[in-house]
């Protein structure tokens, strides 16, 4: 596993640690059986996927991933009963084709649905369509929205900005087409988890910067918003606590070190500062679309989300961060704790809240 490291190595820190005063409370949590248990299972379908022990390819832990389940709440919308779903392409600025896929509740009104602009999570490295699949059926089985999954190219074989590149030019063909989906240009909401939410944060940035309109919210789950390793180039570092990769370096399902070798495929090994990757780098949000932000507190990316949010607040940004004490990275997919239930409904009265009644 040469692609790979023994141990995470971004975020020294000195001994005794201490936990942060502001955000250090978030990793505690209470005796949950259940949470406990699935938490185990999950972790232990992690540790055989990344084949730490054994001697395998960062291909084999691609298709590793690619073989798990994925988890649906119950009444999660069903493709031929409650949803369709359509599969499209669409090319990039170096005429490679992506491909889409498109959801469609049964209550749409053509023309007039709002773009919710799904990039999914994985590290950049792993990931498919259906990595946030409930939340794409749930979504587009709201009256007027139309989701639209893009299947952006990945690390190792296609390292950044491939990534946000792809997504930018895939996002500008679903305005440009409009008409063929079935939307409104003018109502886009970009969606993502952990990776994804990096991608939408780094889309909504660049629409800003480069004139593109109709972006009008943007929704980040346990995203990652800055490299461990340019921390200290944040614009007013020294008012955030970014201490959450020492002290949930060990949680499970994304630990520090799985999340460095994410970073280290993604960027290399000397990554430079740069905002398409590390949107918490950004010195002026203002004027980026109202956000929901939802931050796992057991994770090592929860401090960095947090920050993400209290920075955009900072610029005048509508934000709301929604911190779910003592739970790990990717912990909505634990569908039998109520916490799950509250990410889910979170995520939905926020998209209604945007898409209205039109």
Known sequence: MAWCKSKAEYAPYDEPFVPG???GHWSHRDPNPILEADEKAAEDGMAWAWGFGRDISVDEFKKNILSFSFAAPEGCPE???????????????????????????????DGGATLVFRMHGGGWVVGCHETEEPENRILSAMKNVVVVSVDYR?????????????????????????????????KIILVGCSAGANLAAVLAIKAKEEGFTGIIGQHLA?????????FSKVPNHDSYELLSYVQNKDAALVDARRM??????????????????SPLLCSDLGGLPPALIQVAGLDPLR?????????????????????????PHGFSGFVRIPESKEYYDKLVAFVRKLVGDA
């Not at 690390?155 to 087409?177: G, I, Q, R, S």
């Open 303 to 327: 401090d960095e989300g947090i920050a993400y949010g209290e920075a955009l607040k900072a610029a005048g940004v509508e934000v709301e961060t929604v911190v779910y004490a003592g739970l």
């Open 260 to 277: 460095e070798v994410f970073w280290d495929l993604y960027t290399g090994l000397n990554p430079q500062a740069d905002v398409q990757h």
């Open 154 to 186: 990945m690390a190792p074989e296609h390292p950044f900005p491939t990534a946000p590149n792809d997504c930018f030019d895939v996002l500008k063909w679903c305005k440009a087409n409009a008409d063929r989906l079935g939307i409104n240009p003018g």
């Open 222 to 230: 346990i995203p990652v918003t800055c490299h461990p390793r340019l």
């Open 79 to 109: 493709p031929g009963r409650d949803i369709e779903i359509e599969y499209l392409k669409a090319p990039v600025r170096d005429g490679t084709e992506l491909g889409l896929k498109v959801y469609r509740g049964k209550t749409t009104v």
């Open 21 to 23: 005063p502001k955000n």
